[in-house]
């Protein structure tokens, strides 16, 4: 007779295995957003490099999926992190947004760039996305275009359009 070990060892393979086939919808999308940030704003080939390998994996309907990405609960996991990331700034639907936000989320990509908090450690870890870790100099180029983009905001349209009401 198998050990009380035995049996628990065997149900948590078991579960491991059933699990693998629980697999949450992908964020990929195949057509190009007509809200997507590009329609509206001036993004330069080196802005649109540093985004691309650094910000749209989790702030757009386009993520690229790594290998491991397949693996449960990896793969939860990574849904959770991506849905979380869209639902505070989604580049393929930005220009849907009121001004107000658009012009909010500018300044916030200006602050967590500076603070470093974007893009997340848990992205970087153990050398997982290693051109995702900004440089400086791309920090730099990061903070310039969205400041760039805030002063264009600010003599197309009224400051009052700016701001963001309180509610």
């Not at 916030?108 to 050398?127: A, D």
């Not at 009052?160 to 309180?166: A, E, H, M, T, W």
């Amino acid at each position: 007779m198998r050990s009380w070990k035995s049996k628990v060892l065997l149900i948590i393979i078991a579960i491991i295995v059933i699990i693998q086939f629980i697999r949450p919808e992908k964020n990929v999308s195949s057509e190009p957003s007509p809200t997507d940030i590009s329609t509206k704003y001036s993004i330069t080939d080196p802005v649109k490099g540093v985004l691309e390998k650094a910000c749209t994996d989790c702030h757009s309907n386009n993520t690229r999926y790594p290998w491991y990405s397949q693996v449960q609960p990896i793969a939860w996991w990574m849904n959770d992190h991506v849905e979380e990331g869209k639902g505070e700034l989604n580049f393929s639907t930005f220009t849907s947004r009121p001004l107000a936000i658009q012009f909010h989320k500018f300044e916030e990509v200006v602050e967590t760039v500076k603070e470093g908090e974007m893009p997340l450690p848990s992205y970087t870890w153990v050398g997982m996305h290693p051109e995702a870790k900004l440089s400086q100099e791309e920090k730099d180029l990061l903070i310039h275009w969205a400041e760039e983009q805030m002063n264009a905001m600010k003599q197309q349209y009224p400051a009052d359009s700016l701001v963001r009401k309180k509610r």
